[in-house]
């Protein structure tokens, strides 16, 4: 459903009439997860060619509607503990299915899935001074590793035609049926298969965060990865504000 995507980062609706508005469009995500931080929701109204209308429901009793338990002797506690499942729930935290989280200090994961070797030399030698690269040869050895239950990666990248499901199919399965969203896992395609445009239209619709054509710049798409990173920090820190409100808000509910 196009009106529920819009609620997802990176995403848009297509009008098949005009493309002037190109936005990347997070406000809406980071909105919705801090109205569902506080147990409330964004519903949206929408008519073709005439506007859309955007409702915050929040609910008056934060305690009764989140479910806390709060006692005059452990409520900051309580409450605490209830906001970190909130934010981990709301925003995919930590390793999704079981993995474990990049150790501090070092660099970020990525999970390069190619069926050849030589582009997987070429990932290695321009992105290994700023990720640990972990290679895939087609898409059930990407869908073993994310299963495998070892560090979650950071980043997934993605060629299109490989042995086995194709790259549109990987992405369709971990957005679709793994529920992985772009702040979890964004996924970024390469490719050199032609028509070029309508590979990056397949690539987008199939679930991918970006896209680039083989052959690729890498001073191009180490900056693309850096601004992907940084939107998924502002996501991150958006919810964390909003965990903190939240918590003075029980706070102040639970005083006589």
């Known amino acids: 459903?196009?009106?529920a995507r819009i609620f997802e980062p990176f995403q848009q609706t297509e009008n098949k009439d005009s493309r002037s508005f190109q936005g990347i469009g997070l406000g809406l995500?980071?909105?919705m997860s801090i109205a569902r931080l506080h147990g409330g929701e964004i519903r949206v109204a929408s008519k073709g060619g005439q506007g859309s209308t955007f409702t915050v429901v929040l609910p008056c009793?934060?305690?009764r509607r989140a479910g806390l338990t709060i006692r005059a002797d452990d409520g900051a506690a309580a409450?605490?503990?209830h906001a970190a499942k909130l934010v981990a729930a709301q925003r995919g935290g930590g390793p999704p299915r079981g993995g474990v989280t990049t150790p501090a200090g070092q660099r970020p994961l990525a999970l390069s899935v190619d069926d050849d070797d030589i582009n997987q030399e070429v990932i290695e030698q321009n992105l290994g001074a700023d990720?640990?690269?972990?290679?895939a040869m087609n898409g059930l050895e990407a869908y073993a590793y994310l299963d495998s239950g070892k560090e979650f990666p950071s980043?997934?990248?993605l060629d299109v035609m490989m042995p086995g499901p194709s790259g549109f199919e990987v992405a369709r399965e971990i957005r679709n049926k793994r529920s992985l969203s772009h702040t979890q896992l964004p996924i970024v395609m390469l490719s050199a298969r032609s028509p070029q445009e309508a590979t990056a239209n397949e690539a987008f619709d199939s679930g991918t965060t970006d896209y680039m054509q083989k052959p690729f710049s890498t001073s191009i798409l180490k900056h693309r990865l850096s601004c992907?990173?940084?939107m998924r920090q502002d996501i991150r820190k958006a919810e964390v504000a909003?965990?903190?409100a939240y918590r003075q808000e029980a706070e102040r509910a639970r005083k006589p």
């Open 1 to 3: 459903d196009a009106l």
């Open 29 to 31: 995500s980071v909105a």
């Open 61 to 63: 009793d934060f305690s």
């Open 79 to 81: 409450t605490k503990i």
């Open 131 to 135: 990720y640990r690269i972990v290679r």
């Open 155 to 157: 980043l997934m990248l």
């Open 228 to 230: 992907i990173d940084e």
């Open 242 to 244: 909003a965990v903190e």
